[in-house]
């Protein structure tokens, strides 16, 4: 099912990791026509090394610098684009992000987003080391829902239902 955009030509994706940003993300931009964009991924090519080893050698607040500095300079026209969940500790990014489109945020318990993570620990999750998954995710939420123009529940099914949801959720 494509779904012609007409107000608008950027959707991005935003949440804590683990809550199927990128996964989602993919479905969502087979189905509006659209490039799909996984700033995660922009942020490791531009470094050349993973989230996890920036974290590693350079530190988070580091990391954040790299993310806010992509997602001011990649084009985000004809995109749906999944960002990483530090995004939201930039308000000149999600300024950016809301002039191009909805701002999706894909909800998710964190009881899930737990069980999701331990499959795979090494997210590169940029957030001081003196915080837990549970500190990150209670100081994120709120973030979240602040800059979200909308609220999809990833819990809701599998990836392709709550990219139906996202479509709904927009009115497309």
Not at 119 to 133: K, V, Y
Request: proline share 4%.
């Amino acid at each position: 099912m494509n779904v012609p955009l007409t107000t608008f030509h950027t959707v991005s994706l935003i949440g804590m990791p683990g809550v199927g940003k990128s996964t989602v993300g993919v479905i969502l931009a087979k189905r509006l026509g659209l490039e799909f964009s996984d700033t995660d991924i922009d942020i490791q090519t531009r470094e050349g090394r993973t989230l996890q080893e920036i974290v590693d050698s350079d530190g988070h607040l580091y990391l954040r610098e790299v993310e806010e500095q992509v997602l001011l300079e990649v084009p985000l026209e004809d995109k749906v684009a999944a960002t990483g969940g530090s995004v939201i500790y930039s308000a000149r990014t999600m300024t950016r992000l809301a002039q191009a489109g909805p701002v999706v945020y894909l909800r998710a318990d964190l009881e899930t987003l737990k069980e999701r993570m331990a499959t795979n620990p090494e997210r590169g999750i940029a957030s001081g080391p003196e915080l837990d998954f549970e500190d990150i995710y209670n100081e994120r939420t709120p973030l979240y829902q602040r800059y979200a123009s909308h609220v999809v529940d990833a819990t809701s099914g599998n990836a392709d239902t709550v990219a139906t949801l996202i479509v709904q959720a927009l009115h497309l």
